[in-house]
DNA sequence: GTATGATTAAAACAAGTGTTTGACTTGGAA
DNA sequence: TTCCAAGTCAAACACTTGTTTTAATCATAC
């Protein structure tokens, strides 16, 4: 009974964060949707934000390393001028999706979930997420950077986190505008199609060259 | 006394929420950084989610009535074509930046709050800021619509959701990234100039049909 | 001057927080 | 059967939460 009270904890954990977020859910809240003592929770996990890793690492860690793994794979197939655009992107904001259907779990809550930590400002469950996206962000914006040459690199970190804001954005609010008739966002794989498209188009826009300010900003930043 | 009294509370308030987030910022956090009583936030404000609002109301209004005011003025100045991709995203995107080293008020963390608000999963915030905002969802989307006719209406609602996210992502997390030395992103001016050249490529994209499925995707989804 | 209404202050409120305790129940191994 | 570690449970822990109360203070009009 052990295991499936710590998966109990888990699953109604992430689905309650997905929807609250961190600080505004209880534990008496997780574990009456559990339905386990209240004590399990710091028995199984030691604490309310090591639950919070758990979590991440449960569902994250599968999802980077997809994503290296895809980035690998695309580097090695490729030619001298690496993967193409399209690729790149799609290996980056493909996993998280393809977790929803995916075999093993998760369900449209996780995706809402991703949504929320994505944007979770709090300090301590910001560093836990950074540190597993860290080489992420680092890998993907190499590979940018070389399908993309003519951008200088703080331009391309920029555009990773555009895309990775517009990834989580629409995951956290896709669920709350579908009921927006015709003009409902489309879901799912549609979903996907869509982001890998804007965002690929996105990253290849021209970089404009300091349009505002021809000469002043040339200086280093500090 | 008691004007400069609100105003405190409200600063305090707006950069606490943009550090740590609603659920997790205390009154006795905010009343003890504003140096007033705690009793004041009640009694000026009503309660906690009221003292939300109010710096919605101060803050948002003023956002969006600009962002369409911005996009009246470009409508009655284009021909029968509707204005500029660039001039629609940029009249969306600006205002929220443009209040950071605008006269008024604001400062860095109020970019910050943006980006926490806009990714609030909260019921209660997301009411409240939907409110607000969805005329403006309503008004650019429309805009875009009449720029981008190839597109159907709800691949240019998911498009604008896309351009919103990367904002607020953008928002929140730049100050974060900012440590990445060479790779470092921008930030100010030439942050918005990097989004607006971004989005309107993004948005400019191709609409792919039905790419993956070609046939089975097509029907109606329930 | 006093009276008056608005603002501030200290203290207390009940309810809820994450966490810990210690007794109780298990399921197998010896 | 006896034993023991693993797990569960109700209860309590100390503390924080948003809110309210009541008294003190303030500015200002009379």
Not at 103 to 108: F, H, K, M, V
Not at 157 to 185: C, D, K, N, S, Y
């Amino acid at each position: 009974m052990a295991a499936a009270t710590k998966e109990r904890i888990l699953d109604a954990a992430e689905r309650l964060f997905a929807d609250s977020g961190f600080a505004a859910t209880s534990l008496r809240d997780i574990t009456g949707e559990a339905d386990v003592n209240v004590a399990s929770v710091n028995y199984h996990f030691g604490s309310k934000e090591a639950l919070l890793s758990a979590i991440l690492e449960r569902r994250f860690r599968p999802i980077n390393e997809q994503r290296i793994a895809l980035l690998d794979e695309l580097e090695s197939r490729a030619g001298q001028h690496g993967p193409a655009l399209e690729d790149i992107v799609a290996a980056l904001v493909g996993p998280p999706f393809h977790s929803w259907t995916g075999a093993g779990s998760g369900g449209p809550k996780f995706l809402k979930f991703i949504g929320q930590i994505h944007s979770q400002a709090d300090e301590e469950i910001r560093a836990a997420f950074v540190r597993q996206f860290d080489r992420v962000l680092t890998r993907f914006t190499a590979a940018f950077e070389r399908a993309l040459p003519d951008l200088d690199a703080g331009e391309v970190t920029t555009r990773v986190l555009f895309i990775v804001g517009a990834m989580a954005h629409a995951m956290t609010w896709g669920e709350q505008l579908a009921a927006r008739g015709p003009r409902a966002p489309r879901h799912s794989d549609r979903l996907l199609d869509s982001l890998i498209s804007f965002a690929a188009a996105g990253m290849a826009a021209p970089q404009l060259a300091a349009l505002h300010m021809p000469v002043a900003a040339e200086g280093g930043r500090p």
